[in-house]
Nanobody, 124 residues
C-alpha cells in the first residue's frame, strides 16, 4: 500500500505560480506518478504524468507549457510546478500512482490504485 500526501495548494491571482508537492511512502524506480484535478461540476482530469528516473512525461493540452512535473528521489516527492495560472485552473488537485496499464495518455482516474487526499488551488 502506498500513501500519498499532497501539499502546496492555496489561493493565487491569475498569472501567479504555485508548486504542489506529493510525498509518497514509497516511489519505486521507474514509477508512474500523476497529477489529476477536479473542479466543481466537472469530471476529474489528468493534467500531468511521468515515469520517474528519466522516463516519459505527459501534459494535458490546457496546461502544456505552463505546468511542469518533476521528481526528487531523495525526498520521495513528486512536484507540480504551475506557472501563468488561470481562473480555469481552479480545482482540487490530486496525486495518484499505482497505474495498472501501459503508457497511453490521456490517462483515466480509474487506472490508478493509490490517491492522496487532494489540495485545493484557487485562482482569481
Amino acid at each position: 500500500h502506498v500513501q500519498l500526501v499532497e501539499s502546496g495548494g492555496g489561493s493565487v491571482q491569475a498569472g501567479g505560480s504555485l508548486t504542489l508537492s506529493c510525498t509518497a511512502s514509497l516511489i519505486s524506480y521507474g514509477s508512474h506518478m500523476a497529477w489529476f484535478r477536479q473542479a466543481p461540476g466537472k469530471e476529474r482530469e489528468a493534467v500531468a504524468a511521468m515515469i520517474t528516473d528519466g522516463g516519459r512525461k505527459y501534459y494535458s493540452q490546457p496546461v502544456k507549457g505552463r505546468f511542469t512535473i518533476s521528481h526528487d528521489r531523495a525526498k520521495n516527492t513528486v512536484y507540480l510546478q504551475m506557472n501563468s495560472l488561470k481562473p480555469e485552473d481552479t480545482a482540487m488537485y490530486y496525486c495518484a500512482t499505482g497505474y495498472g496499464g501501459q503508457w497511453s495518455p490521456p490517462f483515466q482516474g480509474n487506472e490508478y490504485k493509490y490517491w492522496g487526499q487532494g489540495t485545493q488551488v484557487t485562482v482569481s
